[in-house]
């Protein structure tokens, strides 16, 4: 495993990799989710790459840059077991030198759900993911369920601009009482921790109606919402029924249907969702 944090040398290193290369682009503080996602590349290409960096341009100017949780050595650490051939850490420096002001906009698909709640948060994903494909050229990226949105819309922008991957996307791994695993847990304490399971359980509740035969995707909304507000530690940004691919809201709930919420514990934003689809059910 040789870990790389100059673009130059990432590129060299790249003409030596065996066919397919997979990738798992991170923020890094590892925790499970994130090992699936490379144990699950590891097994599909003979080459993995993985990077590990915290992209200012995602963050608002009053979000949590400076505090999102970073331990390199654990992960470093933990990413032996998944073996990966390498390891990119670039520097913000690195990836955004003096007079950088080349951006990737996406337009409708992330103007809703997170678009709409952290303004500016895809143009710094797209522009950011598009710069690590670049600069790796992997033959297949992979991402997870968690997020959602952003996995459809790096999808979205790998098929507008013709780009010459796969984009993999791995189901949520979860806590055993079904909270989606993410590095922003570490900051709810216990009293939150134990009320933050309320998004997997407003979750499985719409699973439920939707099982049972309903339809109406205002109504599983209200219900959702008035699930969750029953729980006094949080605070609803959003819950959204919407078309799997477009995120479009629905008003007749029709297979895939992406149910995706996000709740603060706190002071912690949590987002979590599942998709509606005859014969299958994302809640595992």
Do not use: C
Request: hydrophobic fraction near 45%.
């Amino acid at each position: 495993m040789k870990v790389i944090e100059k673009i130059d040398d990432m590129r060299q290193l790249r003409q030596q990799l065996a066919e397919p290369v997979g990738f798992v682009a991170t923020m890094g503080y590892f925790h499970e989710g994130h090992l699936a996602l490379v144990r699950q590349t590891r097994a599909e290409n003979l080459s993995v790459v993985v990077s590990i960096f915290v992209n200012p341009t995602q963050f608002g100017p009053q979000e949590d840059f400076k505090q999102y949780p970073r331990d390199p050595q654990r992960d470093l650490a933990l990413l032996e077991k998944g073996k990966p051939d390498i390891v990119f850490m670039p520097s913000v420096a690195e990836m955004y030198p003096v007079q950088f002001n080349s951006w990737v906009e996406m337009g409708k698909v992330t103007e809703r759900l997170e678009g709409a709640s952290r303004p500016g948060h895809f143009r710094g994903v797209a522009t950011v993911v598009a710069k690590l494909f670049n600069i790796i050229q992997p033959t297949r990226a992979y991402f997870g369920q968690k997020d959602a949105q952003q996995a459809i819309v790096i999808k979205k922008m790998v098929a507008d601009l013709n780009m010459n991957l796969e984009i993999v996307t791995v189901p949520t791994v979860r806590e055993p009482d079904g909270l989606a695993m993410s590095s922003r847990n570490i900051y709810l304490n216990p009293k939150e921790r134990q009320a933050a399971v309320v998004l997997y359980q407003a979750l499985t509740l719409a699973q439920k109606l939707w099982s049972h035969g309903e339809k109406n995707a205002e109504r599983i909304r209200q219900e959702l919402v008035a699930f969750i507000k029953k729980q006094p530690l949080a605070d609803i940004d959003y819950v959204s029924i919407a078309d799997a691919e477009t995120l479009d809201e629905l008003d007749t709930v029709k297979s895939p249907a992406l149910v995706s919420l996000a709740v603060r514990i706190g002071k912690t934003r949590l987002i979590d969702n599942i998709v509606l689809e005859y014969n299958k059910s994302n809640l595992a």
